[in-house]
């Protein structure tokens, strides 16, 4: 799990990227706990034998918890959760993306997110064809 989080913060594209940066860093990297060598084949099977939800529930919960502790401005009570709605069109290329089509020369999608204001969190996204409407 380090060296998946380790993995995230600089965005690594590939276990083949990750594995040369933890490799770079080695001196470091064992002192955070990833053990004296760290291998792309260790990684991968890693990523194999364990479920990704595991880690990804735990994050979630690891996020709002900080994210609310945070939260400590009272500039207005409201009991219960408050959230905001978003919808927006985000414009893409037409020659890569032919399957969101929206105008003849134009493609894109609608990104609709609710927001909890108070974690300043998404807490639902969700994506959609764009509607020729103009």
Known sequence: MLCMVFGQLPHRDSLRDLSIVIDAHHKKS???????KVTRSNLAKANKNRDYRIYEEYAYILIVDIARKKCS?????????IYSFDSTTIDLCLSIFWWANFKKTKAGIKLHTLYDVKTQIPSYIHITGTCSCE
């Open 73 to 81: 401005s009272r500039d207005f009570e409201i009991d219960g959760k």
């Open 30 to 36: 064992y002192h955070l706990g990833f053990g004296k």
